[in-house]
């Protein structure tokens, strides 16, 4: 039998309708598109417009959302919010600081220990101090930060007004000549403040440039802790100088960090609890975050609520705080964990 002629027949139909398929296609597809283009859909039902008048819609849905989100950014300016808070609600994925009036913005590494606690539980009271709340019960800790610049200190009416634990600068490197200096006040603050029962730590301006000096100045901290029962963290302290001259100005931000580690590991070595004292500018622009992780966070940020993406265990928020027993401004503070 020849099978080629009986399929040709059959052959030529299904191309016949193959074509009229794609063509059928083709023509739907055509009109759809045309329908698109020209109509959009309102609450009020379907209407045809033109290209232009598909523009000018566009246009004015663009402008009235951008009026809207500048009238509302008005107003909560007018209100009296800041600008930085304005930025921070609308940058969530930065952490943002200034700087000689600019504005950076770090990305934050949320693979870090991110900061949990809840802003609307921190409450001020009429004498300016900030506490932390759980459940209607404070649970946040008072304490201070004192140098010899707070002069003669009345440590039992310190104790009086709530005080529970004090964080004393011990000494300081020179910004310039580099070289390491007591604090004045330590060993009376230090002795004071324990005979009544107000727990302490210590904190280091430090000026190190490299590991070796960091790791000079960590053992100059312990030996002046030496005669003390210290229970409360040790701090190394890392922030901006004034001054052309300073020392760490070079510094790079890995070698910043390497310097702040070679402090804390010595210092937990010896037994203490290791902190890092710093603001903004530094958390978020000088310091490797992801390099202290195993490190407490001693944060400085003066408003009424902190701004602080990453976790931290003690907040600095003013440093013209009121405490009986101290004459003029000390800074104040607030832990979120107790050490014994």
Known sequence: MDTKKQKKPLLIIICILSALLVLGLVLGLTVFSKFRMYTIFSNRGSRLYSPAQIRDIKSDAYDKGANDFVDDMKGRLENGTGINTVLREIYTEDFIYTVDGKYYFSPINFDLKMNK??????????????????????????????????????????????????????????????????????????????????????????????????????????????????????????????????????????????????????????????MIYANSRYFAGKLDMSRLEDYEKWYAFYADVPYMPYEFSMWQYTNTGSVDGISGNVDLNISFKSWN
């Not at 930060?145 to 964080?167: C, H, L, P, T």
């Not at 005669?227 to 190394?236: D, E």
Request: net charge negative; proline share 2%.
């Open 117 to 274: 606690l809840n802003n609307a539980n921190f409450s001020k009271n009429s004498n300016g101090e900030i506490t932390y709340s759980e459940n209607g019960a404070v649970v946040s800790h008072k304490g201070i930060d004192i140098s010899r610049y707070q002069g003669n200190i009345d440590f039992s009416k310190v104790k009086q007004s709530g005080v529970e634990y004090a964080i004393i600068r011990c000494g300081y490197r020179g910004y310039s000549g580099g070289t390491i200096t007591d604090d004045s006040s330590f060993d009376t603050y230090m002795r004071n403040a324990l005979s009544n029962d107000i727990k302490v730590g210590a904190y280091f301006f430090s000026q190190a440039l490299t590991k070796d000096e960091a790791v000079e100045e960590a053992d100059y901290v312990i030996s002046k802790l030496k005669p003390y029962n210290v229970t409360c963290p040790v701090a190394i302290d890392v922030e901006e100088v004034n001054a052309g001259s300073s020392r760490q100005n070079t510094l790079t931000n890995e070698a910043l960090t390497d310097t702040v580690i070679a402090f804390c590991d010595r210092i937990k070595e010896a037994g203490y609890t290791p």
